[in-house]
């Protein structure tokens, strides 16, 4: 079925408070398998030249068995934390953004926590999917600024458990990974200047897992009929993608005060790379280098947008004073926007 997305406008009041924070270290981690075009295609009936034309994408990390989403995240905060020169004892609250948690419940966060040894740390799960990692920036901001301490922000998951093998829409897109980042009030450190959060209920058909929660629980019917899968309609993603997140993301610089020709440099959600070089032809935004990673890596989920930062803040991308944009989106359908000034 056809849908024609509403264009969203004029939403000054979804624009959360700038965040005085900063990030005092990144670290990012993905599984050592690689998983190339030709083993991932075949059982999608489709090769490498199909997928690297319509993705971009040319290979991707899966985890190995019995390596949990909470197992990635854990390697990934322990980079973020030496990158920070901090301990787990320093930590005042740690969330991880994904939707491929270890199991229902209890968070994965929890995980995390007693594998870094941090306990009694605040620890919780944000579920916005591919743009969860901003999400869980914006709500950790608020905790340290009242409490002190640091706050240890994961994007992490586990896409490769949860696809169908045979469906050349959603398994060539997908790897597994986690990012990290660890934010702080000191006075040093690239400042998060200001957040955007929206998410647009209307459109939340457009990617699902359909069975395994409380509308709709796991039984043998389910997993026979293949509902315990990933599933999204790419064609409205993309159309999502393209015609809405350039006026939220102009939108957004506005509320920021900045103007776009200000932007050194984009961090996208790392969704699929021809689509990203459709949904920037419209930003206007010239002096700006978009950071890539899903050549190799793929659509890491909520991890994509910190393991690109990691990615690129290592190899020395960023000098002082240049801005940075983070963009997520992802399924609800949901997007944020970070703006980041380097120091």
């Excluded at 000191?186 to 058909?205: E, I």
């Amino acid at each position: 079925m056809t849908h024609t997305p509403t264009t969203y406008t004029g939403v000054p009041d979804r624009i959360a408070p700038s965040i005085d924070v900063r990030i005092l270290g990144t670290g990012g981690y993905v599984p050592d398998r690689i998983v190339t075009n030709d083993e991932v295609g075949t059982p999608a009936e489709v090769d490498d030249e199909w997928i690297t034309r319509k993705t971009a994408i040319r290979e991707r990390r899966w985890a190995a068995p019995g390596q949990a989403t909470s197992d990635l995240a854990t390697e990934a905060a322990h980079a973020a934390m030496q990158s920070a020169g901090i301990t787990p004892a320093q930590l005042s609250v740690i969330a991880v953004a994904t939707s491929t948690p270890d199991r229902p419940q209890p968070p994965t966060a929890a995980y995390v926590q007693r594998n870094l040894g941090a306990s009694g740390t605040a620890a919780f799960d944000v579920n916005a999917v591919c743009s969860g990692t901003v999400f869980a920036l914006s709500a950790v901001g608020s905790v340290i600024l009242r409490r002190g301490g640091y706050a240890l922000v994961i994007g992490a998951d586990t896409y490769s458990r949860i696809l169908n093998p045979t469906d050349r829409r959603t398994v060539v897109l997908f790897g597994d990974g986690a990012g990290a980042m660890v934010l702080g009030t000191t006075p040093h450190g690239p400042l998060v200047r200001h957040v955007a959060l929206h998410t647009f209920g209307d459109l939340s058909h457009l990617i699902e897992v359909p069975a395994g929660g409380s509308r709709t629980p796991l039984d043998h019917n389910n997993l026979d009929t293949g509902q315990q899968y990933f599933t999204m309609n790419g064609r409205e993603v993309r159309r999502f993608v393209v015609e809405q997140l350039p006026q939220l993301i102009k939108e957004f610089l506005h509320e920021a005060g900045v103007e776009p020709t200000d932007i050194h440099h984009i961090i996208p959600h790392q969704a699929n790379g021809v689509m990203l070089d459709s949904m920037t032809q419209d930003l206007a935004m010239p002096n700006a280098t978009m950071h890539r990673t899903l050549t190799h890596y793929g659509n890491t989920g909520a991890a994509s947008i910190p393991i690109t930062l990691d990615t690129a803040a290592r190899t020395g991308a960023f000098q002082p004073g240049q801005l940075i944009l983070l963009a997520g989106f992802g399924g609800g359908m949901a997007t944020s926007f970070a703006l980041i000034e380097w120091h």
